[in-house]
């Protein structure tokens, strides 16, 4: 115990502050287990409920992970460095590489794919300025790193567009749906990605596996052509605490 909690004095506010301290300053490093709810009552000389509460908050705030049957753990974060505009580069995905190579190197376990063809939402009819009617490729899937699920992705492509490539299926080839489309004449040039934060939805707490406090970091990105058509959106939600998202510019364009 530091100095900010003194024995049969304290609220669950203290505590949570005394375990934040010794996180911040790593005198509980990354990985290490955190005293339990047993611990917090014989060295605080509080009740299970204070420190029920003085636990929670620090998951809450993402700092300790609860791991069924060992304890509570000081989160540990080795990030994916998700590095832009590298990733999207045409000398990646053109010469047969995902774009993930340069993210980790590797390609990673790619789970749950479907396809389907759908009536899109009117967000994405939008954006790839589809008539009334008209149809997308649906293509949906998850990302596997280290045997952690990182990320969801949702892509829809102009149905007329795609229809009959392999874009279609549930293996797209070497370079992916990029190197599909520019055999099909559309290669993506320019790229514009959106990102915002919010807190998972149930079913995207259960896809990912996420810890409780864990926010997810969501990402939408068009692909354009040379003549401005956009030919894919691709609507992410990452595991905010898998990642570090990178960006270079320049002065000049």
């Known amino acids: 115990m530091t100095g900010n909690a003194q024995p ?23 990985g290490s287990r955190v005293p339990g709810e047993n611990d917090l009552m014989v060295t605080y000389g509080i009740e299970q409920p204070t420190a029920r509460r003085a636990l929670d ?3 809450n705030e993402g700092l300790i992970v609860a791991k069924r049957g060992s304890g509570t753990f000081v989160r540990e974060f080795k990030p994916i460095r998700r590095v832009s505009p590298d990733r999207l580069k045409a000398t990646s995905w053109g010469s047969g590489q995902p ?15 479907t396809v389907d063809v759908e009536v899109p939402p009117a967000r994405v009819a939008d954006v790839l ?3 009334d009617g008209a149809r997308v490729v649906v ?21 007329a567009l795609v229809a009959g490539s392999a874009i279609t299926e549930i293996n797209t080839g070497e370079g992916g749906a990029y190197a599909r489309l520019a055999e099909l004449g559309h290669e993506p040039t320019r790229f514009r990605e959106e990102l915002r934060s919010r807190m998972p939805r149930e079913a995207e707490r ?39 998202l990178e960006y270079k510019f320049t002065s000049h364009d």
Request: no cysteine; hydrophobic share 35%.
């Open 8 to 30: 049969g004095r304290v609220g669950y506010r203290d505590i949570a502050n005394d375990l934040r301290q010794q996180i911040d300053s790593g005198e509980l490093p990354p």
């Open 139 to 159: 293509r949906r899937r998850r990302y596997v790193v280290d045997d952690k699920p990182v990320q969801l992705a949702t892509s829809y492509f102009p149905e």
């Open 99 to 113: 774009i993930w190579s340069t993210d980790i190197g590797t390609r990673p376990r790619t789970e749950g794919v």
């Open 206 to 244: 259960e896809a990912l596996d996420l810890a409780q406090g864990t926010p997810v970091i969501l990402i939408v990105r068009t692909a354009y052509t040379a003549d401005d058509q956009p030919v894919e959106v691709n609507e992410m939600v990452l595991d905010s605490s898998a990642y570090v």
């Open 57 to 59: 908050a620090l998951k």
């Open 129 to 131: 300025k589809l008539d």
